[in-house]
């Protein structure tokens, strides 16, 4: 509390009263009411029973397990494995996505960094930028166009004679991955790229110079700098694949299901929010978790992010 | 490229690559927008059109949620750009501990998924409004309002972002300069600090309103029964696609396309003005040349450009290729029709040779790919219409 009002009193003789006043005032309200307070509610929604409105706030009203039982034991009792393999899928599947990203924009990274000069630089970094101004929806669309059964992936192959009859990509979830891999690839790029342009030069040459192969240059000297741009881009690109919904929707197979779409679900075609509060709960904190034991293997903390 | 770090065939080769993985699919929705083909679709090649733009311009439900998506949008920007430098200068101040702490709070909701912050919104709101004892029409159950709350708990830690960058570069001697040379702290924020944080505004705003017109997992739950332009969107390819979608993905290319290239001419006007090298510049020091690449020009030879472009697309009628291509479908399976009519009075003729107790067999299997399809239209149809 201390420490808060030395603060309050410094930007009051730097900045004056009013601007001290806005940020305060400005920085209470975000964090109480806009992020600490709706978790809170959520988290209580999440301990109720789904009662008509005329009971809410009546006896009937009280605590209850009841939300996260049904996601540990279905209704029966038994183990609710629909549930949990949803979600077990959904994180190993964006686990998946994210070790995929990396893989690829990686060299890219270096490249643009270290390798490419000039016009061509600049014109990778503006061909970078511009496909994500497209909106997401619309990107996913586009691989909705690609992946159909009558579209440009199956027509080729089918053209070629690879396969004869069209493959269903869709249900095989391949137009999914490829659309979320496709999605978040900026958010891979930019922190690998930040942290591997801190590298001298030099270095590299003078690894070349002595002999080092490269495997060796990038495996010795330039992934150790890039560690940090890694965690960094690999905890946003997880957090943002886990929780997508929009691509699951659209490029999702019928019988294959994100955990997104789960809770959706219990909000929109159930109406029972407190299910669906339950089931948000669960997932925020199952990702939460992740990313910090992810963080723990690779030595990288909180800080480092959104640099 | 460079050789010495790296820069070899196989980097050229991986560039080119990764571009066509980020180029393709763009590419070909757009193509698609201009085959009249009602499934968004290269091959089979119909006929070249401009039809599907105004088929998007003339969906309602779209263009009422763009205009509820630049509400909301401006809305954000009002609020979350202050939000976002409340949050930088605060950060720029406090000891250590507590920016460690602060900056792990703010930076979170960057993090967890947009559908947990939707939900947690309208919950939040939702008791707020019952612990108030508001209607159902007050603000605490008005989706804009919850849109806009959903939306800058996170966009305001975008804006953060942008000004922690610029405000690193900061000198805070300045301001202990002008308040000792006798400004007051007021007068020190406003001639001092925001005019250097000015660019950085400029870029959180830009930042903010983009975020939150794109932004889907939050909104599609906040914004309750109402519409945004992305939510509209998405319930619109989820119900079935038609290559209208890859119009609008065409005109938000090209608008894309033209702003790049605007900013990249006022960049390097700007890069040559610094260094003052204009007048050697072969570009720059060429009177009529310099004219033309000003941005302000830039932009309004590539608008004529798409003025022109716009306008012959809607004088181009593509109705008597459409009709071509239809007739041609339908006399396709006329024929098909015909051949399956003459297979059946094949059949029945050899059953009717066999004997008559095949007779009342009246639908016969069909040999062909289409049977399942065309099998009973052909049994049903009038023979030769």
């Given at each position: 509390m201390n420490a808060i009002k030395e603060t309050f009193n410094a930007f009051t003789q730097k900045y004056g009263t009013g601007v001290a006043t806005f940020v305060a005032v400005s920085v209470l309200v975000w964090t109480v009411f806009l992020i600490i307070m709706p978790q809170v509610a959520m988290f209580d929604y999440s301990l109720r029973f789904n009662l008509p409105a005329s009971q809410i706030g009546g006896p009937n009203d009280v605590y209850t397990l009841d939300n996260y039982k049904y996601f540990f034991q279905g209704n029966d009792n038994t183990v609710n494995y629909l549930d949990m393999g949803i979600l077990l899928k959904t994180l190993v599947a964006a686990l998946f996505v994210t070790i995929i990203d990396v893989i690829i924009c990686y060299p890219i990274a270096y490249i643009l960094a270290h390798s490419a000069t000039g016009v061509s630089a600049r014109l990778m970094v503006i061909g970078l930028i511009v496909p994500f101004w497209v909106n997401e929806i619309l990107r996913a669309f586009a691989f909705r166009v690609l992946f159909g059964a009558t579209g440009m992936v199956n027509g080729i192959g089918m053209n070629m004679g690879l396969w004869d009859t069209p493959i269903d990509f869709i249900r095989a979830d391949v137009a999914l991955y490829s659309g979320l891999?496709?999605?978040?690839?900026l958010l891979m790029i930019f922190p690998i790229f930040n942290a591997v342009e801190a590298l001298d030069r030099n270095q590299i040459e003078a690894a070349r110079d002595m002999g080092a192969s490269w495997w060796r240059v990038h495996w010795r000297v330039v992934l150790p700098i890039a560690k940090p741009g890694i965690a960094s881009g690999s905890t946003m690109v997880f957090m943002l694949t886990a929780g997508a919904l929009a691509a699951p929707q659209?490029?999702?197979?019928?019988?294959?299901?994100w955990f997104t779409q789960l809770i959706y679900q219990w909000f929109n075609q159930s109406a029972n929010w407190q299910r669906g509060s339950a089931y948000a709960v669960v997932l925020l904190l199952v990702c939460i978790a992740f990313v910090m034991m992810m963080m723990r293997v690779f030595k990288v903390s909180i800080g480092e992010i959104g640099r | 490229m460079n050789k010495g770090t790296g820069g070899g065939f196989f980097?050229?080769?991986?560039?080119?690559?990764?571009?066509?993985?980020?180029?393709?699919?763009?590419?070909?929705?757009?193509i698609t927008a201009f085959n009249s083909s009602s499934f968004p679709r290269i091959t089979p090649w119909e006929c070249f059109t401009t039809d599907w733009f105004s088929v998007l311009i003339n969906n309602d439900r779209l263009m009422e949620g763009l205009g509820n998506s630049v509400i909301i949008g401006i809305g954000v920007m009002f609020i979350g750009v202050p939000l976002g430098l409340a949050g930088a200068l605060a950060l720029s101040e406090l000891g250590p501990k507590l920016r460690a702490t602060l900056y792990t709070v703010l930076i979170v909701p960057i993090l967890i998924p947009g559908v947990v912050l939707g939900i947690s919104t309208i919950v939040f709101w939702g008791a707020m409004g019952r612990g108030v004892g508001a209607g159902y029409d007050s603000l605490f159950f008005n989706g804009m309002f919850l849109t806009m709350a959903g939306q800058v708990t996170f966009i305001s830690a975008y804006a953060m972002l942008v000004f922690i960058a610029r405000l690193q570069r900061f000198d805070p001697t300045l301001t202990e300069a002008a308040l000792d040379l006798g400004a007051t702290p007021g007068q020190a924020f406003r001639k001092i600090m925001l005019p250097f944080l000015s660019p950085a505004i400029g870029s959180a705003a830009f930042l903010t309103l983009l975020a939150?017109?794109?932004?889907?997992?939050?909104t599609v739950f906040t914004i309750l029964s109402g519409n945004t332009f992305t939510t509209a969107l998405a319930s619109k390819v989820r119900l079935g696609t038609d290559p209208s979608l890859s119009a609008l993905a065409v005109i938000i290319i090209g608008i894309t396309l033209?702003?790049?290239m605007v900013h990249e001419a006022h960049t390097r006007r700007a890069e040559v003005i610094r260094t003052g090298t204009a007048s050697r510049s072969r570009i720059y020091g060429n009177p009529v040349l310099k004219v033309l690449v000003h941005p302000a020009a830039v932009l309004m030879i590539l608008l004529a450009a798409i003025g022109y472009t716009v306008y012959q697309g809607a004088q181009y009628d593509s109705s008597v290729c459409t009709q071509g291509i239809l007739d041609e479908k339908l006399e396709r399976q006329r024929i098909l029709r015909e051949e399956q009519r003459k297979k059946i009075e094949a059949q029945r003729k050899a059953q009717e040779a066999e004997g008559g107790a095949a007779e009342t067999f009246s639908k016969p299997k069909s040999p062909s790919a289409f049977g399942g399809a065309f099998g009973n239209s052909g049994a049903l149809a009038p023979a030769g219409d």
């Open positions: 891999t496709y999605a978040y690839i659209i490029l999702g197979g019928p019988s294959n299901l | 980097a050229a080769a991986y560039s080119l690559l990764f571009y066509t993985f980020l180029f393709g699919p763009l590419i070909i929705m757009v939150s017109f794109e932004n889907y997992n939050t033209v702003g790049a």
